[in-house]
């Protein structure tokens, strides 16, 4: 055991599901449990403005190795664009740079959201984390200095208008990672020719975790000042929605290890699942999350071997 597991209060592993209010940022969140339950490691996997709220999912200890794997996942937003104003930072936070008058009917709004659907492409925000020469955007924006963002493709699932009550748009939005909320209201208000700016977000989903799942902060102060975190926390191998296989209890050392596995290793590995390059979730005969996986070709007669890629249990 290291020396930070040694000084750890929190040792448990999973994933908490934390509804952030406004005016904190996700690190502050997140630097608030660390203080509160003293954990070996802790994480989030997807950033939300300070301004917004709702679903930020936090990684504990050997959990914090899959952030990555859940940026990838869809996310699902409610939001307010607020037409007639345009604002430096495409947000409610930023300072007003132009005014202009809102002449625009429902049925004009919801034939400009039509131009957001599908595959399009989105210029980043100057106000973003996004890096550039190792400092975010937005120091560098801040300080006067000119900031210039090439555009990225990003995919718009759904994009519903839930009520027009001018000069205010809510709306409901499923979109791929990278996504920017606040440059689809700041370019959905230029398509409508009056401009416009996110007054309000709130995430409520992040791939499979949904704010039904959330706690507010004081319920994850109050449940870590009952020592039963823990028992909210969920497991790894849950978290995860791959398809899994149980490791043989003798080949158990050889995960923790990184070294690759027979296929007749493993318990519980579908037909449907024999394929090169299938990503796999091990599990111990407990349930216990040890290793992602995947599935590489052998030179023997069963072609197929597996590839531990990422090790949680050592």
């Not at 509160?36 to 914090?64: E, S, W």
């Not at 109050?222 to 296989?245: F, V």
Request: charged content about 25%; some cysteine.
């Amino acid at each position: 055991m290291d020396r930070r597991a040694k000084e750890a209060d929190f040792t448990a592993d999973g994933l908490l599901v934390v509804d952030k209010p406004a005016g904190i940022s996700s690190t502050g969140v997140v630097n608030q449990i660390k203080k509160l339950t003293r954990p070996i490691k802790i994480g989030h996997a997807g950033t939300l403005d300070p301004f917004a709220t709702g679903v930020l999912v936090l990684c504990f200890n050997q959990a914090t190795k899959l952030a990555g794997y859940f940026l990838d996942q869809d996310k699902v937003y409610e939001g307010v664009l607020y037409l007639g104003q345009t604002t430096d930072t495409q947000d409610v936070t930023g300072e007003v740079l132009r005014r202009r008058p809102v002449k625009v009917s429902p049925e004009e709004i919801e034939q400009a959201a039509g131009l957001f659907r599908g595959a399009i492409s989105q210029k980043p925000p100057a106000y973003s984390a996004l890096k550039r020469d190792g400092e975010p955007l937005y120091k560098k924006a801040r300080r006067g200095e000119e900031v210039l963002t090439d555009p990225r493709e990003v995919t718009i699932h759904s994009l519903e208008i839930t009520a027009v009550e001018p000069p205010r748009v809510s709306f409901t939005v499923r979109c791929s990672k990278g996504t920017y909320i606040r440059t689809l209201a700041h370019d959905w208000g230029a398509a409508l020719g009056c401009g416009g700016h996110l007054e309000a977000l709130r995430r409520i989903a992040s791939g499979r975790f949904t704010i039904e799942q959330a706690l507010l902060l004081g319920q994850v102060e109050a449940t870590a000042r009952r020592e039963r975190l823990a028992d909210r926390l969920i497991p790894p191998a849950k978290a995860l929605d791959w398809p899994g296989a149980v490791v043989r209890e003798e080949a158990v050392v050889k995960v923790g290890h990184g070294q690759t596995l027979a296929s007749n290793e493993l318990e519980g590995l579908a037909p449907a699942h024999l394929k090169v390059g299938q990503r796999l979730k091990l599990t111990d005969h407990e349930g216990r999350l040890l290793a992602l996986a995947e599935l590489t070709p052998t030179e023997e007669a069963q072609g197929l071997a597996v590839r531990p890629i990422k090790v949680l249990q050592a």
